[in-house]
């Protein structure tokens, strides 16, 4: 089981830069697919970037060549550096875990709003 806590979120201008770290305790983190997903305010919840154990990358095109994501599976933690943010990246963003059983777990969120 992992329990994740997301730091960094924040109010930004477009074209800004924020780092998202998640810091996760438990078991067996090297072994999860993490990913950072975001829900906007009557929207769903989806991903937009994933790093499994492996170091396969995946990224939605909304945030490709903006976005990167990275671990350090030593210090359990997952980032995501996004940079020249738009007002469309609003949004809160979750780290989620999903192990090699299919288990998933989430964090509690972080608000990003990009805003002049």
């Known amino acids: 089981q992992l329990q994740l806590v997301e730091s960094g979120g924040g109010v930004v201008q477009p074209g800004g830069s924020l780092r998202l770290s998640c810091a996760a305790s438990?078991?067996?983190?090297?072994?999860?697919?993490m990913a950072w997903q975001r829900q906007a305010p009557g929207a769903q919840r989806y991903s937009v970037s994933y790093i499994t154990s492996g170091g396969t990358i995946y990224y939605d095109d909304s945030v490709k060549g903006r976005f990167t994501i990275s671990r350090d599976d030593v210090k359990k933690m997952v980032y995501l550096e996004m940079t020249n943010l738009k007002p469309d990246d609003t949004a809160v963003y979750f780290c989620k875990a999903r192990g090699p059983s299919g288990v998933s777990y989430w964090g509690q969120g972080t608000q990003v709003t990009v805003a002049s």
């Open positions: 438990g078991s067996d983190f090297s072994l999860h697919t």
